[in-house]
């Protein structure tokens, strides 16, 4: 292992895994971290691993950030160039009935993150927020210039919590950082407690799939791809702080100090309805659709504008829903087979 690995933590987690497959084919090496627990089937995250640890330049850590000595010990021993963070306790709805998961993954793991950064010369943290911060936000689409200081679920709160002490971090210390507001990530090797994943499992198996708000939701369904290319871009691009930034007038995306938030969406909601009905299509058999009210800390539709993106790194994401689920249907029937 060379001395210039980056640190990928989640790298037994969906995004973390492709972006872990990604910076190794591109010859990078890469340590991946991950505590691999069981908030969803421990033995996807592990085949995960297994399909990593077959490069040459992987090494996987077993290891819990919330863990201050361990953490502080692996950034002292690495010294790590790049640390992408994508470790966290996910999920609105699990939010809501643990709610300690959060303060423990997604805000003590990410101090230690934040202190190793400090103390052993990271040139760039990119870390994941979520497009949950826009929270009671309606105007669309969600603009990374927007006010987002009204979070309706706890997971929202953290994640608007680490955009926050991150950018104390850049002020205080000067660490580069980059914030990544993702947008309903999606494709093979996903999540089973989203969406697709449970669409796919409920048609297949011929049980109801629930739709809350009478199934009249939009979402910014994002392939894993272009959120990949998207990371891949801006690892070596470490913001520089805006010169313009005032704070007479501030901007919420960006700053003096050398940080600046990102969205990474489709740029284009689909209809939740649509992706069943496509979903349909692919397994070849009707959903049994269950009509619920909308839940709590949900929200009715996310839209995300990426001009910021494709201003800095000359990148959209283009991936249709078509040809998205096309591709994580293909690989939901070889894993069920396997």
Same mark, same amino acid.
């Given at each position: 292992?060379?001395?210039?690995?980056?640190?990928?933590?989640?790298?037994?987690?969906?995004?973390?895994?492709?972006?872990?497959?990604?910076?190794?084919?591109?010859?990078?090496?890469?340590?991946?971290?991950?505590?691999?627990?069981?908030?969803?089937?421990?033995?996807? $995250?592990?085949?995960?691993?297994?399909?990593?640890?077959?490069?040459?330049?992987?090494?996987?850590?077993?290891?819990?950030?919330?863990?201050?000595?361990?953490? $502080?010990?692996?950034?002292?021993?690495?010294?790590?160039?790049?640390?992408?963070?994508?470790?966290?306790?996910?999920?609105?709805?699990?939010?809501?009935?643990?709610?300690?998961?959060?303060?423990?993954?997604?805000?003590?793991?990410?101090?230690?993150?934040?202190?190793?950064?400090?103390?052993?010369?990271?040139?760039?943290?990119?870390?994941?927020?979520?497009?949950?911060?826009?929270?009671?936000?309606?105007?669309?689409?969600?603009?990374?210039?927007?006010?987002?200081?009204?979070?309706?679920?706890?997971?929202?709160?953290? $994640?608007?919590?680490?955009?926050?002490?991150?950018?104390?971090?850049?002020?205080?210390?000067?660490?580069?950082?980059?914030?990544?507001?993702?947008?309903?990530?999606?494709?093979?090797?996903?999540?089973?407690?989203?969406?697709?994943?449970?669409?796919?499992?409920?048609?297949?198996?011929? $049980?109801?799939?629930?739709?809350?708000?009478?199934?009249?939701?939009?979402?910014?369904?994002?392939?894993?791809?272009?959120?990949?290319?998207?990371?891949?871009?801006?690892?070596?691009?470490?913001?520089?702080?805006?010169?313009?930034?005032?704070?007479?007038?501030?901007?919420?995306?960006?700053?003096?100090?050398?940080?600046?938030?990102?969205?990474?969406?489709?740029?284009?909601?689909?209809?939740?309805?649509?992706?069943?009905?496509?979903?349909?299509?692919?397994?070849?058999?009707?959903?049994?659709?269950?009509?619920?009210?909308?839940?709590?800390?949900?929200?009715?539709?996310?839209?995300?504008?990426?001009?910021?993106?494709?201003?800095?790194?000359?990148?959209?994401?283009?991936?249709?829903?078509?040809?998205?689920?096309?591709?994580?249907?293909?690989?939901?029937?070889?894993?069920?087979?396997?």
């Amino acid at each position: 292992m060379t001395d210039d690995a980056i640190l990928v933590t989640g790298a037994a987690g969906f995004i973390g895994f492709h972006v872990a497959q990604r910076l190794l084919s591109s010859g990078r090496a890469v340590v991946g971290l991950d505590s691999v627990n069981d908030y969803y089937d421990p033995a996807l $995250k592990e085949a995960r691993v297994e399909i990593l640890k077959r490069e040459r330049n992987f090494t996987f850590v077993k290891s819990d950030l919330a863990d201050r000595a361990a953490t $502080k010990a692996l950034f002292a021993q690495h010294r790590f160039p790049v640390v992408v963070h994508l470790a966290a306790q996910a999920g609105v709805r699990y939010s809501l009935e643990n709610p300690h998961a959060y303060t423990d993954a997604n805000i003590e793991g990410f101090l230690n993150v934040l202190e190793g950064c400090r103390h052993h010369g990271c040139k760039h943290l990119v870390f994941a927020s979520s497009s949950s911060v826009y929270g009671a936000n309606t105007k669309l689409p969600f603009s990374v210039n927007d006010n987002v200081d009204h979070p309706i679920s706890l997971y929202a709160a953290s $994640k608007k919590a680490n955009e926050l002490m991150a950018h104390a971090y850049s002020h205080l210390y000067r660490i580069p950082a980059t914030g990544l507001r993702f947008f309903t990530v999606y494709g093979p090797w996903g999540r089973p407690d989203m969406a697709m994943f449970i669409f796919a499992k409920a048609i297949v198996e011929g $049980k109801p799939i629930r739709l809350f708000n009478a199934g009249n939701m939009r979402r910014d369904f994002t392939y894993v791809d272009d959120v990949v290319e998207a990371i891949a871009r801006l690892i070596d691009r470490p913001p520089q702080g805006n010169p313009t930034w005032t704070g007479a007038d501030p901007d919420p995306a960006s700053s003096s100090a050398p940080w600046k938030i990102y969205n990474i969406g489709n740029n284009r909601p689909e209809e939740l309805m649509h992706v069943v009905a496509l979903l349909e299509k692919e397994f070849g058999r009707p959903a049994i659709k269950e009509i619920l009210p909308m839940q709590p800390g949900d929200v009715p539709a996310t839209y995300a504008d990426v001009d910021d993106l494709a201003r800095d790194v000359g990148f959209k994401p283009s991936t249709t829903i078509e040809d998205g689920i096309a591709r994580f249907s293909k690989w939901f029937r070889e894993y069920r087979k396997a």
